[in-house]
């Protein structure tokens, strides 16, 4: 008898977003040194994994049933918060554009993939693939699944979230079946402060370095800076001479729970600083509700220089559609490897606005080549805060006169046997000197040549016949060439920008023709 065993995908009965989390944050402290980190007392950075959950496999199932255990493991995981402008691009592949720690985690992640992948080549039974059933093709074993944690927000479209009045508890998934509720804060209308600190407010909005604010009762408003997390800020009400730091009473909360006291009414929104992409409708900058419109692609903001990284949010809509192989891996696998579900940490969160620019912009696709299919991602929040988040630095210390800055490394981490850790500054090695630059010393192992290069030997360990066809091509020379030859992956992405993620920035194709 043939026993077909679908993966574990209820979360609430397996692993729990918390359990995630804590899992993440102890990867964290424990297997990254402190190089790379930032200095609490006056630095913060954002963290961003990939976690293996596998659960038991078939026949340890039929030797035990009902006692269904998994194995989580981080196996790729990054921090960071910058990201290099246009200018500062190269055509050679060898600098990081994107350190956002969303993205270092994700090219981490396809560092273990490759490696994986020649696990699996040189036939030896731990990788996590199985032979597909066209030649040269693997596919996923099924017992195991991927789940993406990110101790923020993902910056972007996910980002521009409501601010409600009263103090209502937004719901707040936290299990597969999303329970508890998200901690309440004291929320009130802009109409509460005076003319001046109104004023004070709009400015502060269209600050580059403010991305997003919203007012609090008793006159303290919340601004959230270059790491998209809370910072209090003290203002006088016009009918009060002192400012206070807003509280929650708990009675509140229960009495409005108990009598379903009013709907929340949506006061403002939190704001993003990525702006949109060339040619796409802008933002209306009406302070307050009409300060952004939701849904639109958005690049990252830069240091004055643009940059040409899209958001977070986006990347993150494309993976759910084309998987997170890339189109070089996409040569190696039967199915594109797509994440079962996005986990957040402690911090402004909202179901509906994740929903939004994740799932429900690429939703209605169709005409995908054979495997590809937008995914309903689960899309959960943790109660655990990270470390060395802004807000967990600022409550640490809330009467430092010291400047937070975000942290100016970011640092990489793949499960591989061979330097799985990768510190860089400014999309270079850390520590590399201008002179340096260039050399192979100064380059991330997860930069562009060198993910092209790991990928290059794999292929050339295999012999031509067990090749998959599209790479039995002889005239493969150039990143750009080897990319273009995944078909059914570029066929996706050319229906997916046609259908949903129309005007996303491309790199020019001579940042892509290095070899």
Same mark, same amino acid.
């Given at each position: ?46 963290? /961003? ?6 659960? $038991? ?62 696990? $699996? ?23 195991? *699944?991927? !789940?993406?944690?990110? &101790? ?6 996910? &980002? ?33 402060? +005076? ?25 303290? %408003? ?22 206070? =730091? ?76 084309? +998987? ?16 079962? /579900?996005? =986990? ?20 209605? *696709?169709? %005409? ?11 899309? @959960? ?11 967990? =630095? ?5 009467? &430092?006169?010291?400047?937070? !800055? ?21 999309? %270079? ?16 192992? =997860?930069?562009?040549?060198?993910? %092209? ?31 273009? /030859? ?15 993620? @129309? ?13």
């Amino acid at each position: 008898m043939h026993f077909c065993l679908e993966p574990a995908l209820a979360p609430g009965a397996m692993w729990s977003a918390d359990d995630i989390a804590e899992l993440c944050y102890l990867h964290y402290r424990t297997r990254l040194p402190k190089q790379g980190k930032p200095d609490p007392n006056r630095e913060w950075t954002s963290l /961003a994994a990939v976690v293996k959950v596998e659960s $038991a496999a078939q026949r340890e199932v039929l030797a035990s049933p009902g006692n269904l255990q998994v194995t989580k493991e981080v196996v790729a995981m990054g921090t960071g918060t910058k990201c290099i402008g246009q200018n500062k691009m190269r055509k050679t592949g060898d600098i990081l554009n994107d350190s956002h720690a969303e993205i270092v985690a994700k090219r981490s992640f396809q560092r273990y993939l490759l490696h994986q992948m020649w696990l $699996a080549a040189s036939h030896q039974q731990c990788s996590i693939f199985i032979p597909g059933t066209e030649t040269g093709k693997w596919k996923l074993k099924p017992n195991i *699944i991927f !789940v993406f944690f990110s &101790s923020h927000t993902p910056c972007g479209d996910a &980002s521009i979230i409501p601010i409600s009045e009263p103090e209502n508890q937004l719901p707040k998934p936290g299990t597969g079946d999303g329970a508890a509720g998200q901690s309440a804060e004291c929320r009130s209308n802009h109409d509460h402060l +005076g003319p001046e600190d109104k004023r004070k407010l709009e400015k502060m909005a269209s600050n580059h370095i403010i991305k997003r604010m919203k007012t609090d009762d008793g006159g303290c %408003f919340s601004v959230i800076t270059e790491d998209l997390s809370v910072q209090e800020v003290s203002v006088k009400r016009k009918d009060d001479t002192n400012p206070k =730091i807003c509280e929650c009473s708990a009675e509140k909360q229960t009495a409005n729970k108990e009598t379903g006291l009013g709907r929340p009414k949506v006061v403002d929104v939190y704001r993003t600083g990525a702006k949109c992409v060339p040619g796409e409708l802008g933002d209306a900058r009406i302070p307050g509700l009409g300060y952004h419109s939701v849904g639109l692609l958005r690049v990252k903001p830069g240091r004055g220089d643009r940059t040409c990284s899209m958001s977070c949010s986006d990347k993150l809509a494309r993976w759910n559609v084309l +998987g997170c192989q890339g189109a070089l891996l996409m040569h190696f696998l039967q199915y594109p490897l797509y994440l079962s /579900a996005i =986990i957040v940490g402690k911090c402004p969160y909202s179901q509906e606005a994740m929903r939004r620019a994740i799932i429900e912009r690429c939703q209605h *696709i169709s %005409f995908l080549p054979d495997g590809f299919l937008p995914q309903e991602v689960k899309l @959960l929040q943790s109660d655990l805060q990270f470390e060395h988040s802004r807000q967990a =630095i600022q409550e640490v210390q809330p009467n &430092s006169k010291t400047k937070l !800055v975000p942290c100016s490394a970011a640092i990489s981490w793949s499960a591989v046997p061979e330097q799985p850790l990768d510190v860089t500054s400014d999309g %270079f090695r850390q520590g590399t000197t201008k002179k340096a630059i260039g050399s192979h010393q100064s380059r991330s192992k =997860i930069c562009k040549v060198e993910l %092209f290069h790991t990928f290059q030997k794999l292929v050339t360990s295999i012999s031509q016949e067990d090749l998959p066809d599209t790479l039995r091509v002889k005239t493969l020379e150039t990143y750009w060439d080897y990319k273009e /030859a995944a078909l059914n992956y570029q066929e996706a992405w050319k229906v997916l920008r046609s259908q949903a993620l @129309l005007g996303w920035v491309k790199n020019a194709k001579e940042y892509l023709h290095f070899t």
